[in-house]
C-alpha cells in the first residue's frame, strides 16, 4: 500500500533533549513538508523540500532543522532552541503542484 | 501574507440536513483549492479539491470555487453523525505551497 508513515506515533522528551521525528512515503512524491498544530490552531509551516537535497524553510523554522537526502525520507529534528516544542507535528507530501497528503502524525510532549 | 479564513464554528446541524461549510482567502492569484477533514486526535485527509471556478461534485460532498468574490464552499447533504469533524480549507497559489484556514468544527446531531 502506498503512503506516508511517521514515527513513533507518542514522543515523550525531557526539556533541553533533541528529538528526530521520522517521515517515510512510498507515494514517489517530489515534495514533502513539516507542519505543527497545536490546539484551536491551524496548520503551521516548519519546513518543506521540493526536491532531494534540497529544503526551505517554512514560516516557523526557528528551532528545527531538517535534511532530505532521500526522496522517500525527510526527517525533523526538534532542537533544545525550540521553545515550545509540545505539539502535534504532521508530516505531508504531494506530487508537485497537486494537492497533499498527510501521515498520521506524531504527537510530541516535552517536560 | 496570504490569508485563509474561515468560520470557527462550531456548525451544528441535523442529521440528513445540508452542511455548508465557508471560506474566503486573500491571494488573488490562488489557483489550487482543497477541503480536509480532520478528525479529532487524528491527521487531516483529503476529500476534494478544485481548480476551475464553478462546483465539482463527489457523492454526497459538493465543492463552489468563485474566483471573482475569492471564495470556495464545501456542501455535504444528508449529514451524518460520522461528518462530525474539523473541516480544513486549504488555498495555493505559484509557489504551490497551500496556506491553511484555522479550520471549521462541524457537529452533526441525530
Known amino acids: 500500500d502506498g503512503g506516508i508513515t511517521q514515527s513513533p506515533k507518542y514522543l515523550f522528551r525531557k526539556e533541553g533533549q533533541n528529538v528526530t521525528l521520522s517521515c517515510e512515503q512510498n507515494?514517489?512524491?517530489?515534495?514533502m513538508y513539516w507542519y505543527r498544530q497545536d490546539p484551536g490552531q491551524g496548520l503551521r509551516l516548519i519546513y518543506y523540500?521540493?526536491?532531494?537535497?534540497?529544503?526551505q524553510k517554512g514560516d516557523i523554522a526557528e528551532g528545527y532543522s531538517v535534511s532530505r537526502e532521500k526522496k522517500e525520507s525527510f526527517p525533523l529534528t526538534v532542537t533544545s532552541a525550540q521553545k515550545n516544542p509540545t505539539a502535534f507535528y504532521l508530516c505531508?507530501?504531494?506530487?508537485?503542484?497537486?494537492?497533499?497528503?498527510f501521515g498520521p502524525g506524531t504527537r510530541l510532549t516535552v517536560t | 501574507q496570504k490569508e485563509v479564513e474561515q468560520n470557527s464554528g462550531p456548525l451544528s446541524v441535523p442529521e440528513g440536513a445540508i452542511a455548508s461549510l465557508n471560506c474566503t482567502y486573500s491571494?488573488?492569484?490562488?489557483?489550487?483549492f482543497f477541503w480536509y477533514r480532520q478528525y479529532s486526535g487524528k491527521s487531516p485527509e483529503l476529500i476534494m479539491s478544485i481548480y476551475s471556478n464553478g462546483d465539482k461534485e463527489d457523492g454526497r460532498f459538493t465543492a463552489q470555487l468563485n474566483k471573482a468574490s475569492q471564495y470556495v464552499s464545501l456542501l455535504i447533504r444528508d449529514s451524518q453523525p460520522s461528518d462530525s469533524a474539523t473541516y480544513l480549507c486549504?488555498?495555493?497559489?505559484?509557489?504551490?505551497?497551500?496556506?491553511f484556514g484555522r479550520g471549521t468544527s462541524l457537529i452533526v446531531h441525530p
Open positions: 505531508a507530501s504531494s506530487a508537485s503542484v497537486y494537492e497533499q497528503y
Open positions: 523540500s521540493q526536491i532531494v537535497n534540497d529544503f
Open positions: 491571494d488573488r492569484v490562488s489557483q489550487s
Open positions: 507515494l514517489n512524491h517530489d515534495a
Open positions: 486549504a488555498v495555493s497559489g505559484g509557489s504551490y505551497i497551500p496556506t
